[in-house]
């Protein structure tokens, strides 16, 4: 959450008081601590802040921000509700009304299926679609009419009608957060699995390309090259997905999916020097959580070693499909 520079003494009429002085001074003190990513002080400033004036909407924002920075989603929740009901005309207060709401939703439904299945919330993926998300998209759509511009708050508005199962109406939303080339990876990434999905190939490589364009930071790129990769993976054009996944991982060497999937496209190819590199790779630093994609690999280095010593070997897998979908599959 970047925090938009507000002058609050602008907003005070007359001769400001001693506490709305030492509000504005505590909040001050508090930004420095954000932007340093001091979010424990920044928010002891900030309710000190808060606590001189409680009017000081600026401070209940900026205090929202420092929640943010520690995932503390209903704590942000809580405080932009407070600066909303002080100024409901501020389009960023809407927007991240509606976006600390969303995840305070999913941070809950995280936790009450971690209890009840006697895990820790990191392990389990709560049920989205039985999620009430109506509050969080009234605000992020007071967010849009107040500036139409604001991509982060169509952008979230298409992640709430996708984990709801509203596709149509998620590639609207992503496709006018696209409007505005977005610095983010984030909406790319979201169309592009949509059209993906929609079997729409040539529309996901097209917003991929273009998101990597749009997109400055190198890191940042690495999961819209992967879209890229997977997409032309799906055409069967493997040279193009190789040097896509190879691009995803020079932008990040621990994006460990696009590892997993140029090892596949190496193995289709019949590379197998290079594809059993990738894959046992990714076996080694694919993590727990894609274990059954792990298996996959390993029965490739097992096809390899067989035609490597004459052998018939195994046929190619027939499914190019992604470790998320391979947990999946494992699951089921």
Known sequence: MKLVALVVLALLTGCPSKDRNESVKASNLATKAYSQKQFETAIENYQKATSKWKENHTAWYGLAGAYIGKKDWKSAAEAMEKAVQIDDDQPMYQLYYGVTLYEKAIQQ???????RENKKPEEVTPDLASINFEKAIQHLQQATKL??????????????????????????????????????????????????????????????????????????????????????????????????????????????????????????????????????????????????????????????????????????????????????????
């Open 147 to 332: 500036n139409p511009d604001l991509w982060r708050a169509h952008y979230y508005l298409g992640r709430i009608y996708r984990d709801t199962g509203k596709a149509k109406e998620a590639a609207e939303a992503y496709t006018k957060a696209l409007s505005s080339a977005p610095p983010d990876p984030g909406p790319w990434v979201a169309l592009g699995e949509l059209y993906r999905q929609w079997d729409y190939t040539d529309q996901a490589i097209a917003v991929g390309e273009q998101g990597v364009a749009a997109v400055p930071g190198a890191n940042e790129k690495s999961d819209i090259w992967y879209v890229v990769g997977m997409g032309y993976d799906d055409k069967g054009l493997y040279d193009k997905s190789i040097e896509a996944f190879t691009k995803a991982l020079e932008s990040r060497r621990d994006n460990h999916k696009a590892k997993f999937q140029r090892g596949q496209a190496y193995f289709r190819k019949g590379d197998y020097t290079n594809a059993k590199r990738d894959l046992e790779d990714f076996a080694k630093a694919g993590g727990s959580s894609v274990e059954f994609a792990k298996q996959q690999a390993s029965k490739m280095l097992m096809d390899i070693a067989a035609k490597s010593h004459g052998g018939g070997g195994g046929a190619a897998p027939s499914e190019r499909l992604s470790p998320e979908d391979l947990v999946k599959k494992g699951k089921g």
């Open 109 to 115: 439904a995280r936790e009450d299926q971690a209890r």
